[in-house]
């Protein structure tokens, strides 16, 4: 099968396989009629057979390519190694997947001293012909034989240096001469042995030499960032030599047919005249602008504005094309599908739908989710970090646990943190070892969140993601004092108030500040644009497994939001409900910490009750804001989850506290005086905290074992919930609440408090004289409550996965101490592919959420299902979701416009399974 029809049959990944992007697209532009140099392409499969065989040519590649040699002689109309007529050669790169600059090249192969006197002969240009003489010996002294390029770069700048010459053009024919035997002297020098002249040797060498640097370190480095196979290989390009370095009749460029750093539908890029192609990147000289050859060569531009015009219409990307003139003649050397910034790859994809090139599918596709989440969150510039790593102001690096950029003041506990941050309103970073719930204000109030411990999933990056915090954790070259409120790393001291730099994109921290720019999704048209074209292709119908009879549609996305402005925040990200309101967050507040504290130590459900009848305003009041920020969407509620000791002061905190204040009334101990009544309160209250001590709290009295152990707490709150709901809808909104019941692991367990809960409901609206939807569900975070689906189904009107859990329970891991003592190893040699924190394990916690969802939905059809895990926000979990049938995935607000594009590609990729 020819290109042509490989390509037309679809069959073009495997021809890129095999030739390589760049022997690939040479082909395909020879076959549409663009100018291109003579060439052949060593396969992909030579390189790897050469690997495999340790280093040697496979037997017959060589005679191949000596073959294939004298086709391209045939067709230049030159012979290799001729002095009289001699052909050059360049020796290129070309993996699958573009590779920029990982890998090698060499160029002006076939010279020697006798073909570099025919070619004075032949061209009676001896400037140029030795200007390409010494490049090849540099060249290939540094590709070939790993020599420095000091080694060659120190000589021809003391010789420029002596001359006079600013530039390399500035030097003569005698100069450059000269240069190439100073050259010839530099590898006799370092190597022990002379430059080759057989101009076979140089093209044997070199092939090898691209062979080999597929496993260079850069190659190796760009193909883990990237997550490109080891195993593909580098096909290797032989081109006829065309020459920019001619005179001032030709030249050399590179350039894209759109900005890639905009997207701004406009040709940019560089050439140089009389310059071959590495003088353009590498800089050794000043460039001019692509729209300047429309001066220096107007017919040439034009040209070449049309040809790269065809290109990109061919195939139907931005194309970054590498070009040469030589004496007035264009050709094209090389075309692929550019790199470029999110912002531009988001507006080329919208573009090209607009001018009918592509699909909305194919522009989804074409946007990586990280691309989507780099468009959201504040960035440093490059540069000045750079400048402040020059300067010494570089830190530490962690676990890039949140993504976005903060500066700030730091603060070493949360109330001082949302002191500094709401009373005096400076920009706050809460620096602890780790962090807790009842962190959770400090957190709130804070531009950024550093820790010495922790992975990526504790509880400062899970929090951290949720509300969009940039974070970075587990940056353990950090020692911080909390007593003398200092942090220090080696000899570098930062004292509380001091400013830092937070990247948690990178995990990089900064002493003092650091430039922000500050994205704004209302104004990226663009990005709006592509998302609505996600929503769109989720709310196809059919596009994933359903329920027998009901419908079924892509995932939609919801938000993970505890506070009304973070459900505003996720409503105008696109999310379509609210998937898990957390309660407790609520709880933590300064105003409501104690009353939840006296109805905890409560001795009597009178007691308990008094206490909450004080905290059901508040829960009201945040329900209230939750509905009419989200009218007309569902909004999940979970009841009360944590236990209760997360909500009183630590046992060891209260017995220091005890201690220091009978040490500092030790006097009146000895004058006979009445004990303290506040250390009789506080030794009541450990009493309490110890009485509520439990060896494992995430397996003992929370979630819905507490509701049934303590049912005036979370009657409590589904009052609350209803009363705000009945409220909202009197005002004219479309409250649509759903209750979700944490942690069931058996049905008895909703048998004795939903009807409860429903009771409570329905005598709410009685009594406010209004109805509206509701729905009751529970949580599937115990591997019992997914086996026993169909049994739970039979009473919960939806699931929602809570996979943190979920995945701890199923694996019988603690995260945290996973996390900490093993996790990382465990990935590192492959005993685990993931982190299964952070991407859903398939094969053990996917098996049980299927068996949930197909046998929920065999005894209730209707079953809405869902994840609120930390999962919600991954893009390859996302896919899992689609595939298994959820209703929706929920998600931090922030992450909320990453996984709508994550929910497209889910739909497009698997819409033929």
Request: hydrophobic share 40%; proline share 5%.
């Amino acid at each position: 099968m020819d290109q042509a029809e490989a390509y037309v049959h679809g069959s073009w990944d495997g021809v890129r396989g095999l030739l390589g992007g760049k022997g690939a697209n040479l082909a395909e532009m020879t076959r549409i009629g663009v100018p291109v140099p003579p060439f052949f392409t060593v396969t992909t499969e030579a390189c790897n057979a050469y690997s495999a065989e340790g280093g040697k040519f496979p037997a017959t590649l060589w005679d191949q390519m000596m073959v294939c040699l004298k086709g391209i002689e045939t067709a230049s109309g030159k012979k290799f190694g001729d002095p009289a007529n001699p052909l050059l050669v360049s020796c290129r790169s070309g993996a699958k997947f573009s590779m920029p600059g990982m890998m090698d090249t060499v160029l002006n192969i076939g010279l020697n001293d006798a073909t570099a006197a025919g070619m004075v002969k032949l061209t009676g240009n001896e400037r140029f012909v030795y200007d390409s003489y010494r490049r090849l010996i540099q060249m290939f002294g540094s590709v070939v034989l790993g020599m420095p390029d000091e080694a060659f770069e120190d000589v021809l700048e003391a010789y420029k240096h002596q001359k006079g010459a600013k530039a390399d053009t500035d030097l003569t024919a005698e100069d450059l001469k000269a240069l190439t035997q100073m050259f010839k002297d530099v590898v006799r020098k370092v190597q022990g042995y002379d430059f080759p002249q057989d101009p076979l040797e140089q093209l044997r060498l070199a092939t090898e030499a691209v062979f080999k640097s597929w496993n260079g370190k850069r190659a190796v480095d760009y193909r883990r960032a990237e997550n490109i196979p080891d195993d593909l290989g580098t096909a290797v390009n032989i081109v006829t030599m065309v020459f920019g370095n001619m005179g001032w009749d030709s030249g050399t460029g590179v350039a894209f047919t759109r900005n890639p750093a905009t997207g701004e539908n406009k040709m940019y890029g560089d050439y140089l005249l009389n310059a071959q192609g590495e003088d353009v990147v590498a800089g050794i000289r000043n460039t001019e602008k692509i729209q300047n050859l429309g001066k220096d060569m107007p017919e040439v531009y034009k040209q070449f504005v049309e040809i790269a015009k065809k290109l990109e219409l061919h195939y139907k990307d931005m194309q970054d094309v590498e070009f040469t003139i030589e004496r007035g003649k264009l050709w094209m050397l090389q075309t692929r599908n550019g790199k470029r910034t999110a912002q531009a790859a988001i507006a080329v994809a919208v573009q090209m739908v607009n001018e009918g090139l592509i699909s909305k599918d194919e522009a989804v596709m074409r946007i990586s989710p990280k691309q989507v989440d780099a468009m959201l969150h504040p960035m440093f510039n490059e540069e000045g970090k750079k400048a402040a790593k020059k300067a010494g102001r570089y830190l530490a690096t962690g676990v890039n646990a949140s993504p976005g950029a903060a500066v700030g003041q730091i603060y070493f506990d949360a109330d001082t943190a949302e002191h500094m941050a709401k009373e005096y309103k400076q920009d706050v970073i809460m620096v602890r070892p780790f962090t807790k719930p009842d962190d959770v204000h400090g957190m709130l109030a804070a531009k950024g969140i550093l820790t010495s411990e922790g992975g990526a999933t504790s509880h400062a990056a899970v929090v951290a993601r949720q509300f969009g915090v940039p974070c970075v954790v587990g940056a353990s070259s950090i020692r911080i004092d909390l007593d003398k409120r200092i942090m220090t790393v080696g000899d570098a001291v930062v004292r509380e108030g001091d400013w830092i730099s937070v990247d948690g994109g990178t995990g990089e921290v900064y002493l003092g500040k650091l430039d922000l720019s500050v994205p704004n999704l209302e104004e990226q048209t663009d990005l709006l644009t592509l998302l609505n074209w996600a929503d769109e292709i989720c709310a196809r119908p059919g596009t994933r497994k359903g329920p027998e009879g009901y419908p079924t549609r892509g995932l939609q996305v919801w938000a993970n939001a505890d506070y009304p402005k973070d459900a505003k925040r996720a409503r105008a990200f696109g999310a379509k409900g609210i998937g898990l309101c957390r309660t407790e967050h609520m709880f933590f507040e300064p105003e409501r910490l104690p009353i939840v504290q006296r109805m905890i130590l409560s001795k009597t459900s009178e007691g308990r009750t008094e206490a909450l009848n004080e905290l059901l305003p508040f829960q009201r009041a945040d329900f209230d804001g939750l509905f009419e920020a989200m009218t007309g969407l569902p909004v999940i509620i979970r009841l009360i989850d944590p236990p209760l000791h997360e909500f009183l002061p630590a046992a060891e905190t209260l017995r220091e506290q005890i201690v220091e204040k009978r040490v500092a009334r030790m006097a009146d101990y000895i004058n006979g005086k009445a004990v303290d009544k506040e250390i009789v309160e506080m030794e009541k209250l450990l009493a309490a905290v110890e009485a509520l001590h439990e060896s494992n709290p995430m397996m003992g009295l929370r979630g819905v074992r507490l509701s049934i152990a303590m049912p005036e707490i979370v009657e409590m709150q589904v009052r609350a919930i209803f009363e705000a709901a009945a409220d909202v809808k009197i005002r004219g909104y479309e409250p649509k609440p759903e209750v979700m019941i944490p942690l069931t692991g058996t049905v008895k367990e909703l048998e004795w408090i939903q009807p409860r809960l429903v009771d409570i409901a329905q005598k709410v609206m009685s009594e406010k004289g209004v109805t509206f939807e509701y729905k009751f569900g529970t949580m599937i975070e115990i591997p019992r409550a997914a086996v026993t689906a169909s049994e739970i189904a039979g009473l919960a009107e939806f699931f929602s996965f809570g996979t943190n859990d979920l995945t701890q329970m199923t694996f019988g891991y603690s995260r945290d101490d996973a996390e900490r003592n093993f996790l990382i190893k465990y990935v590192e040699e492959g005993i685990l592919p993931k982190n299964p924190f952070q991407t859903i394990d398939r094969d053990g916690v996917g098996r049980l959420m299927d068996i949930a969802v197909s046998d929920g939905r065999k005894a209730r059809p209707s079953l809405e299902v869902g994840i609120c895990g930390e999962h919600g926000g991954d893009p390859e979990s996302i896919e899992f979701c689609h595939l298994v049938g959820n209703n929706y995935v929920s998600c931090s607000p922030f992450r909320v416009p990453v996984a709508r594009l994550a929910a497209a590609h889910a739909v497009v990729k698997n819409a033929a399974k």
